[in-house]
């Protein structure tokens, strides 16, 4: 998807500027495959809602990613991902909420092989595909600055701030989400912004299982969806959080591929009381 080339350009971008331990990067890029492959599986499959004659018109009151998604009729448009969206949605997963639709969630739901072609009968034809950025926004609108694919200042036009040290264009008043953040001192940078690390084990000289949240939402502790996209060894199961199996692995002895690899299929550290929708099972 033409999105998904521009978040990896600005890894990719990012990474070159900031030289980085092989281990991050590599954590990093399965953290994008993982939520990119989510993307395409609900896409692909459709939103599996029941059929209503009408909605409520109301995605507030939907609390859980898995009425949000199972519950909530079709006809209004519900999506479960960060209030603003952005981008970096794949960094702070456990920001999101029940949501209605915006343009730029065609990649989310649509499937045509062409994401300008799906943008464009996407909400009642209300879309259109902004070529600069590459991503679908509402007819007549600006893409917010989040948006813009940029990776260095000069492609963070005013009245957009660069934020220098995430390597990030925000919107006027918006800080960078805390996800963004890659290890416990860039993770310092943003504390004002209540941005607080939470140390796992070093590997590499790489702390893997390091999650940087904000703190002022989640004042009792490191909420288990910011594990999103972190191995099952990351999941802190004794602090209560629980790992969800989401895909088997698909192999006739379980932990090994076909060559031989390890192959674990996948899964989703969640909280012990919480319930997926049906669409992030991917088999």
Known sequence: MLRSVAVIAVLAAAAEAKPAPSAKLAARHRRFQKV????IFNAVNGLAKPAAASGTG???????EQRCQDVAAESDHCIWALPH???????????????????????????SGDEALACSTFLANSCTFDQNSYVCWERGQTPDCEYRGAWEASMCPSPCVWDSSQYACNSPGSATPCGRAYDSNSCGVM??????????QM????DE?????NRSAFSSGTPCDA???????????ASGCHWTVVMRPETEEPGMDDEGMVEDGDGRCTAQDELLACESYED
């Open 58 to 64: 109301s995605c507030s009151q939907y609390t859980t």
């Open 203 to 206: 590997v590499d000289g790489y």
């Open 227 to 237: 594990y999103f996209g972190k191995p099952e060894t990351c999941c802190p199961q």
């Open 191 to 200: 504390a004002t912004s209540g941005c607080t690390w939470t140390a796992g």
């Open 85 to 111: 969206g952005s981008q970096d949605d794949f960094e702070d997963e456990e920001d999101e909420v029940c949501r209605p639709m915006r343009c730029h969630d065609v990649d989310s739901v649509e499937s």
């Open 209 to 213: 299982c390091g999650v940087c949240y």
């Open 36 to 39: 990119n492959a989510k993307a």
